[in-house]
């Protein structure tokens, strides 16, 4: 089976654009988690989606938004950068969610000028 | 609230001597799944290991070994005759299986070196 794979792996913008990330989960995950990643902050929960529903939400603003499609692909987009926001984004696929082991992509690092 | 806490920032050994990192957790939940996964330079995470609450046995993968106790809230992982294809950050997560919703904490990894 393929693994998670997210598109584009490297990515430069600048403050103010916006950036969509895609994700393609493992053949038969419903969910999909996302993640971003910093020397400074570690990993933290973005949301989950499952079944073309965002279930879970972490402590992000509303720049940070996801989706669903009813292929279980995902993508995440954030509006309006920061510097801040330069960071890995990482995704993670599960079967279905809460018991399930989550199978990560090799991420997106997304640089921010 | 969830937390996993991983005291260890970075760790250095030589190669072939044996290595244990630390996971302590906290939770409310009876229910809970802990993890481990490993970060090589490449970025990408890699599962090595699944738990749940009910199963404290210890766990035996080749040169990896964990040790659950629920006593004292911990899931620590070692790793005998380390090699330096170890040289990674390894993070321990919890998952709350709370209401089917999945919420999961990591720590903030272990850095480890193994040197030849």
């Known amino acids: 089976k393929a693994g998670v794979t997210q598109t584009p792996r490297y990515l430069i913008k600048t403050r103010g654009q916006q950036v969509t990330l895609s994700c393609s989960p493992i053949?038969?995950?419903?969910?999909v988690s996302w993640y971003q990643q910093t020397p400074g902050q570690g990993l933290q929960f973005l949301f989950e989606?499952?079944?073309?529903?965002?279930?879970n939400k972490g402590n992000f603003p509303g720049r940070f938004s996801g989706r669903q499609f009813s292929n279980s692909r995902s993508e995440m987009n954030v509006s309006t950068l920061e510097l801040g926001d330069s960071a890995l984004y990482l995704c993670?696929?599960?079967?279905?969610?809460?018991?399930?082991?989550?199978?990560f992509g090799p991420g997106t690092r997304l640089t921010v000028l | 609230a969830q937390k996993v806490t991983q005291a260890q920032t970075e760790i250095s050994v030589v190669e072939k001597e044996d290595v244990t990192l630390d996971c302590v957790y906290e939770?409310?939940?009876?229910?809970?799944?802990l993890f481990w996964y490993k970060q090589p330079p490449s970025g990408e995470l890699v599962f090595l290991i699944r738990?749940?609450?009910?199963?404290?046995q210890n766990e035996i993968s080749g040169r990896y070994s964990w040790n659950f106790q629920k006593s004292t809230s911990s899931f620590n992982f070692t790793i005998t005759a380390s090699q330096v294809v170890d040289s990674a950050v390894y993070f321990c997560a919890l998952s709350e299986a709370s209401g089917g919703y999945q919420k999961v904490t990591f720590g903030t990894g272990t850095k480890l070196q193994v040197i030849p």
């Open positions: 993670a696929s599960s079967l279905t969610s809460g018991r399930d082991t989550q199978y």
């Open positions: 738990r749940n609450s009910f199963d404290e």
């Open positions: 989606y499952f079944s073309e529903t965002q279930r």
């Open positions: 939770t409310r939940d009876t229910t809970y799944y």
């Open positions: 053949s038969g995950h419903r969910s």
